[in-house]
T-cell receptor
Framework: ETGVTQTPRHLVMGMTNKKSLKCEQH?????MYWYKQSAKKPLELMFV???????ENNSVPSRFSPECPNSSHLFLHLHTLQPEDSALYLC??????????????FGSGTRLTVV | QKEVEQNSGPLSVPEGAIASLNCTYS??????FFWYRQYSGKSPELIMS????GDKEDGRFTAQLNKASQYVSLLIRDSQPSDSATYLC?????????FGTGTRLTIIP
């Protein structure tokens, strides 16, 4: 495996379900991010983890709960979602201290549909 | 005012011509600037970065930065159908990367 991998690629869930998105990076990076991408909107930063510690929560509703057990893995736990949460959820990673030079590397995303 | 602004397009360019994509940003302390390409249903892929005023060339791509005007652009020379995608401008500042909404580019054979 190389780069940033996300599973599942597609997810359909009901508003009362609980599910989790998984992200794994194989780049030796130490910062990881969750972004939400909705149609006709810019990528929205949700959470930032640096060295496994959450350093930013961009006013995300509590129905989204991130978890970062180590620098290579990132999860997004979902519960009691709303239809407007349907979007592409992208995980990204970078090397803290170098991100202004190299940007972020994105995973392939999870297309989430809430019904 | 949006932090990073792009014309959403669609921008249609004949094959072989030069495609010009523009981006403006609001935060004067922004440090570095990136262009990502995103094919439909795929993730964003970094294609260019630029930190200093002026031009930076990489193959058929040229990024241009003017910090005084808070403007960054991407030129694609000899456009190919495979260049058809959405191009996202991203600005790094205050320890985070902020994206524009993207410009959809279509190369017409």
């Amino acid at each position: 495996e190389t780069g940033v991998t996300q599973t599942p690629r597609h997810l359909v869930m009901g508003m009362t379900n609980k599910k989790s998105l998984k992200c794994e990076q194989h780049l030796g990076h130490n910062a990881m991010y969750w972004y939400k991408q909705s149609a006709k909107k810019p990528l929205e930063l949700m959470f930032v983890y640096n060295f496994k510690e959450q350093t930013e929560n961009n006013s995300v509703p509590s129905r989204f709960s991130p978890e970062c057990p180590n620098s290579s893995h990132l999860f997004l736990h979902l519960h009691t979602l709303q239809p407007e949460d349907s979007a592409l959820y992208l995980c990204a990673s970078s090397q803290a201290g170098q991100r202004e030079y190299y940007g972020y590397t994105f995973g392939s995303g999870t297309r989430l549909t809430v019904v | 005012q949006k932090e990073v602004e792009q014309n959403s397009g669609p921008l249609s360019v004949p094959e072989g011509a030069i495609a010009s994509l523009n981006c403006t940003y609001s935060d004067r302390v922004s440090q570095s600037f990136f262009w990502y390409r995103q094919y439909s249903g795929k993730s964003p892929e970094l294609i260019m970065s630029i930190y200093s005023n002026g031009d930076k060339e990489d193959g058929r791509f040229t990024a241009q930065l003017n910090k005084a005007s808070q403007y960054v652009s991407l030129l694609i020379r000899d456009s190919q159908p495979s260049d058809s995608a959405t191009y996202l401008c991203a600005v790094f500042g205050n320890e985070k990367l902020t994206f524009g909404t993207g410009t959809r580019l279509t190369i017409i054979p």
